[in-house]
């Protein structure tokens, strides 16, 4: 049997995960009193004991993990001296410990309280550090990953036979905590927490019917233990208690209220589909958050996730209320305070503007110049119809760089779609200008209509001078387009045809649109450009695809009367096509 020791285990999740899950002989060292409630509460094996180089533990293990230890101890090499003292000879050695890479000016407040600990943490290591370290220690094989703000280390004197950087597996993960939330008599605060970390796991997972059972389970424990409900505002008692660093009995709370109400946000906007329930949860979690983290930083601590969910809830409420009361989304941003971070009032405009909220999503931008003319620019264009000054806002909004200018891109071709049905051609070139500088160049997609449009107002110079960009030619209409332009600039009906008859069969993998006439000229197109190009035997079979039996469904009757009367000048067409194998 495979043996695993923890240095440091605390309450001993991973130990009793190694027995459970992998059958492994799990051992922990720990004097802490959490250790003790761990060793009780999982019915694991915690020996309250600082590890040193000479204690029996029975033999040697296949794997010695020490997480979030290293940075606490001062004489590092001594430590990993220790840890190489109970590992086998084909053991691995796993360390984490924050990262002193990740120790920037931009990382919030609380993670750089994580990861510094003043008072707490004697060393940071950097991956270079760590990786020295552990060399130095006589290991032949380590590696060294980054984690978020965490770094993760291997170390053996046997190669790593297995991916390092590869993601914990959640599947895995959940299937444990069912495993323990199935043992009866688990402490209160245990299940609790284990329950809350379960709700999380299956709220990420997407898997919203049975996170939503979860929740309920956890929101009844909430009533009966703290005296009130997730499902009501949360009393401003409640808060005041915990404020104040009171988390425990009736109107305390317990420590996974702002997570437990996050994910029952994240459930009604995503699994129930109720907006206005969403929001009204995120602004719980948001004030929830907050009072927990007064209380931790009274003490000098704090908590990432509890600062993500202060951060990140108000924002997930507003976008939630984007589909329930858009005009209210621009109201509660002018009268905070503090301003959301710009990202989030980007996401914000995006969704009105996506939603079609486009008046809303001008006055949410009031505060970013940029973002208020991507916003102004889609009213003006499908609003107003005003392409002119459309253009000019899209244009403004193109400066901005990053997410702005992606969807000002969009724009400014979509705008200058609309603008060139009714320029003159002198105009052509001023409106086309702008697209022909687009850094990176532009796609099919923001070309390919403009290129379709141009063709049939019979603007061929102007399409021509589009089409090396239109690189994609799978959509039926571009093809059909290009075809044209072959056909009539370039004179070169047998590359029209081809072209015609490859828009054809993008044509009939589409199912029927109210467009079927148009589809119908698809095939029209290829046959007169087989007879232009004196391909009788090739326009017969081509006039076959749509009056013989093999015709679409969607195949008019005036496309074939139309097609009927091109043929009646060329008779030997006809008599070719009665020589076809019916279909």
Same mark, same amino acid.
């Given at each position: 049997?495979?043996?695993?020791l923890?240095?440091?285990?605390?309450?001993?999740?991973?130990?009793?995960?190694?027995?459970?899950?992998?059958?492994?002989?799990?051992?922990?060292?720990? @004097?802490?009193?959490?250790?003790?409630?761990?060793?009780?509460?999982?019915?694991?094996?915690?020996? %309250?004991?600082?590890?040193?180089?000479?204690?029996?533990? *029975? *033999?040697?293990?296949?794997?010695?993990?020490?997480?979030?230890?290293?940075?606490?101890?001062?004489?590092?090499?001594?430590?990993?001296d220790?840890?190489?003292?109970?590992?086998?000879?084909?053991?691995?050695?796993?360390?984490?410990?924050?990262?002193?890479?990740?120790?920037?000016?931009?990382?919030?407040?609380?993670?750089?309280?994580?990861?510094?600990?003043?008072?707490?943490?004697?060393?940071?290591?950097?991956?270079?550090?760590?990786?020295?370290?552990?060399?130095? $220690?006589?290991?032949?094989?380590?590696?060294?990953?980054?984690?978020?703000?965490?770094?993760?280390?291997?170390?053996?004197?046997?190669?790593?036979?297995?991916?390092?950087?590869?993601?914990?597996?959640?599947a895995?993960?959940?299937?444990?905590?069912?495993?323990?939330?199935?043992?009866?008599?688990?402490?209160?605060?245990?299940?609790?927490?284990?329950?809350?970390?379960?709700?999380?796991?299956?709220?990420?997972?997407?898997?919203?019917?049975?996170?939503?059972?979860?929740?309920?389970?956890?929101? $009844?424990?909430?009533?009966?233990?703290?005296?009130?409900?997730?499902?009501?505002?949360? %009393?401003?008692?409640?808060?005041?208690?915990?404020?104040?660093?009171?988390?425990?009995?009736?109107?305390?709370? #317990?420590?996974?209220? $702002?997570?437990?109400?996050?994910?029952?946000?994240?459930?009604a906007?995503?699994?129930?589909?109720?907006?206005?329930?969403?929001?009204?949860?995120?602004?719980?979690?948001a004030?929830?958050?907050?009072?927990?983290?007064?209380?931790?930083?009274?003490?000098?601590?704090?908590?990432?996730?509890?600062?993500?969910?202060?951060?990140? /809830?108000?924002?997930?409420?507003?976008?939630?209320?984007?589909?329930?009361?858009?005009?209210?989304?621009? !109201?509660?941003?002018?009268?905070?305070p503090?301003r959301?971070?710009?990202a989030?009032?980007?996401?914000?405009?995006?969704?009105?503007?996506?939603?079609?909220?486009?008046?809303?999503?001008?006055?949410?931008?009031?505060?970013?110049?940029?973002?208020?003319?991507?916003?102004?620019?889609?009213?003006?264009?499908?609003?107003?119809?005003?392409?002119?000054?459309?253009?000019? /806002?899209?244009?403004q909004?193109?400066?901005?760089?990053?997410?702005? $200018?992606?969807?000002?891109?969009?724009?400014?071709?979509?705008?200058?779609?609309?603008?060139?049905?009714?320029?003159?051609?002198?105009?052509?070139?001023?409106?086309?200008?702008?697209?022909?500088?687009?850094? #990176? @160049?532009?796609?099919?997609?923001?070309?390919?209509?403009?290129?379709?449009?141009?063709?049939?107002?019979?603007?061929?110079? !102007?399409? /021509?001078?589009?089409? #090396?960009?239109?690189?994609?030619?799978s959509?039926?209409?571009?093809?059909?387009?290009?075809?044209?332009?072959?056909?009539?600039?370039?004179?070169?009906?047998?590359?029209?045809?081809?072209?015609?008859?490859?828009?054809?069969?993008?044509?009939?993998?589409?199912?029927?649109?109210?467009?079927?006439?148009?589809?119908?000229?698809?095939?029209?197109?290829?046959?007169?450009?087989?007879?232009?190009?004196?391909?009788?035997?090739?326009?017969?079979?081509?006039?076959?695809?749509?009056l013989?039996?093999?015709?679409?469904?969607?195949?008019?009757?005036?496309?074939?009367?139309?097609?009927?009367?091109?043929?009646?000048?060329?008779?030997?067409?006809?008599?070719?096509m009665?020589?076809?194998?019916?279909?």
């Amino acid at each position: 049997m495979h043996r695993y020791l923890e240095l440091g285990c605390g309450y001993g999740f991973s130990v009793d995960a190694a027995q459970r899950l992998f059958g492994w002989q799990g051992l922990g060292l720990d @004097p802490s009193p959490l250790a003790q409630a761990g060793s009780i509460g999982l019915d694991i094996a915690i020996q %309250p004991i600082y590890a040193t180089t000479e204690i029996d533990l *029975g *033999g040697r293990f296949e794997l010695v993990y020490a997480s979030e230890v290293i940075e606490h101890v001062d004489d590092p090499k001594a430590f990993i001296d220790i840890c190489t003292a109970h590992l086998g000879p084909r053991g691995i050695l796993v360390l984490t410990t924050p990262d002193a890479g990740s120790i920037q000016p931009d990382v919030p407040m609380a993670e750089l309280i994580l990861a510094l600990s003043p008072g707490h943490h004697l060393i940071l290591y950097s991956a270079d550090g760590l990786r020295h370290l552990l060399q130095a $220690a006589g290991f032949e094989h380590v590696s060294v990953t980054s984690r978020g703000h965490r770094l993760v280390a291997y170390a053996s004197h046997e190669p790593l036979d297995f991916d390092v950087t590869a993601p914990l597996d959640r599947a895995l993960y959940r299937r444990y905590l069912n495993q323990v939330l199935d043992r009866p008599n688990l402490p209160a605060s245990l299940e609790r927490g284990l329950r809350h970390r379960l709700l999380k796991e299956l709220t990420n997972a997407g898997d919203y019917d049975a996170a939503a059972a979860v929740l309920q389970t956890l929101t $009844a424990d909430i009533q009966q233990n703290f005296g009130f409900s997730i499902a009501a505002p949360i %009393p401003e008692e409640v808060l005041d208690q915990v404020r104040i660093g009171h988390i425990g009995g009736r109107f305390g709370a #317990p420590w996974c209220l $702002a997570g437990t109400l996050y994910c029952a946000g994240i459930i009604a906007q995503n699994g129930q589909g109720d907006p206005g329930a969403a929001s009204r949860l995120f602004d719980q979690a948001a004030r929830v958050a907050a009072a927990f983290r007064r209380s931790y930083l009274a003490i000098g601590i704090d908590d990432g996730e509890t600062s993500a969910i202060e951060q990140d /809830a108000p924002g997930q409420s507003l976008l939630a209320l984007c589909r329930v009361d858009p005009d209210a989304v621009a !109201a509660r941003l002018a009268e905070k305070p503090q301003r959301l971070p710009d990202a989030w009032t980007q996401r914000l405009v995006f969704c009105l503007i996506d939603l079609g909220h486009l008046e809303a999503a001008v006055a949410a931008a009031s505060s970013n110049p940029s973002l208020r003319a991507l916003a102004q620019g889609f009213l003006s264009l499908h609003r107003h119809g005003d392409s002119g000054s459309a253009l000019t /806002a899209f244009q403004q909004a193109l400066g901005a760089g990053g997410l702005v $200018a992606e969807r000002a891109r969009r724009g400014l071709a979509a705008a200058t779609h609309q603008a060139i049905l009714v320029a003159t051609p002198d105009q052509l070139d001023a409106l086309l200008a702008p697209l022909r500088r687009f850094d #990176p @160049p532009a796609s099919t997609a923001e070309l390919g209509p403009i290129l379709v449009s141009l063709t049939d107002r019979g603007l061929l110079d !102007a399409a /021509a001078g589009l089409e #090396p960009q239109v690189r994609d030619r799978s959509d039926w209409r571009i093809a059909n387009a290009l075809g044209m332009l072959e056909l009539l600039h370039r004179r070169n009906p047998a590359a029209a045809a081809t072209l015609f008859a490859q828009a054809w069969d993008g044509a009939l993998t589409e199912a029927s649109d109210g467009h079927d006439g148009e589809r119908c000229r698809v095939k029209h197109h290829e046959v007169m450009a087989r007879l232009i190009d004196g391909d009788g035997p090739g326009a017969a079979k081509a006039a076959a695809d749509l009056l013989g039996p093999a015709a679409p469904a969607w195949a008019t009757d005036e496309a074939r009367t139309d097609l009927k009367a091109l043929l009646a000048d060329h008779p030997n067409v006809r008599s070719i096509m009665e020589t076809l194998p019916a279909a």
